[in-house]
């Protein structure tokens, strides 16, 4: 049997990972219906510095004190379908989950065009904001993560869909500053994730009084063509919940200026969908429990 050939991770292996992470058709980000309506309504992207993430590796490699970098990202499912665990992971079970889709010009649109950023936390619902940088002080990347696996005395490395590389024995590579918040282990290579990652040099913040209470960081988005962006309920959220959001909905839209609904499509963002997984998935896992 012809032994496989793997590619070697070289000077190219970050660039080619970002060249890919800036062509995927669509970037989906499973949540609930609260968070993703929020974005709509601040028109702001948040991305966190990995302080509650639940991959407790991917966390720490994420960020921490031999870093020099402050790291924030915020993370996407490039696969163009629906996916089941995604729904169970990152939608919630409480019937109250939901998805925003960007696709690939809106999501360019954001990674382009993002001039300055708001360094913060959230306190009781709301963000405050500590300190802005202009594009001179931070980086900003998009770029596709990878997933690592031991066999025999090799390590793995993959994509879900694509190139494998070798990295021979365990090495030092991933412990690279610049590796850090590209690799997970095999076990979540079903997300199929691509981060939008802003770094920071700490030595920027380290003057703020409330710098430990760093969590996030706000991008504003109210430029893009909402067109380009989907929202779609989760498949278990409850008819009731559907029709609450859309009273509301209507309620806030008869307080709206007639000229203001007169605007041409250009920044209007599309209504809910429903999944199309709806009705065909089982979400009850207790269903039959005694």
């Not at 070289?10 to 968070?35: A, Q, V, W």
């Amino acid at each position: 049997m012809k032994k496989k050939k793997y590619l070697q991770i070289d000077e190219k292996f970050l660039p080619y990972l970002r060249e890919k992470g800036c062509n995927h058709r669509s970037y989906k980000m499973y949540s609930t219906i609260d968070i993703v309506n929020s974005i709509i309504e601040n028109k702001a992207l948040y991305l966190s510095s990995g302080y509650n993430w639940n991959d407790k590796v991917d966390r720490e490699n994420f960020n921490n004190d031999k870093l020099t970098m402050l790291n924030f990202g915020r993370c996407f499912s490039y696969s163009t379908s629906e996916s089941v665990a995604m729904w169970m992971l990152y939608g919630g079970m409480k019937h109250r989950g939901a998805m925003i889709e960007f696709d690939k010009f809106a999501m360019l649109e954001i990674f382009n065009n993002t001039k300055q950023i708001e360094v913060g936390y959230f306190e009781e619902g709301a963000f405050v904001s500590l300190k802005t940088l202009g594009k001179d002080k931070f980086k900003i990347q998009l770029i596709d993560v990878v997933y690592v696996e031991k066999k025999n005395n090799d390590f793995i490395v993959r994509r879900p869909v694509g190139d494998i590389w070798s990295i021979g024995t365990e090495s030092n590579i991933f412990n690279n500053e610049n590796y850090s918040f590209v690799h997970k282990s095999k076990a979540w290579d079903y997300e199929q994730e691509c981060r939008l990652i802003v770094s920071i040099e700490k030595k920027k913040l380290k003057d703020l009084a409330d710098y430990k209470k760093i969590q996030m960081i706000k991008i504003d988005i109210q430029g893009i063509d909402w067109i380009h962006v989907q929202r779609i309920y989760a498949p278990n959220v409850l008819s009731e919940e559907k029709e609450k959001l859309k009273s509301n909905e209507f309620k806030e839209s008869i307080l709206t200026d007639e000229v203001e609904r007169k605007k041409p499509a250009y920044g209007q963002i599309k209504e809910f969908e429903d999944s199309i997984l709806t009705g065909e998935v089982e979400w009850d896992l207790c269903l039959n429990c005694k």
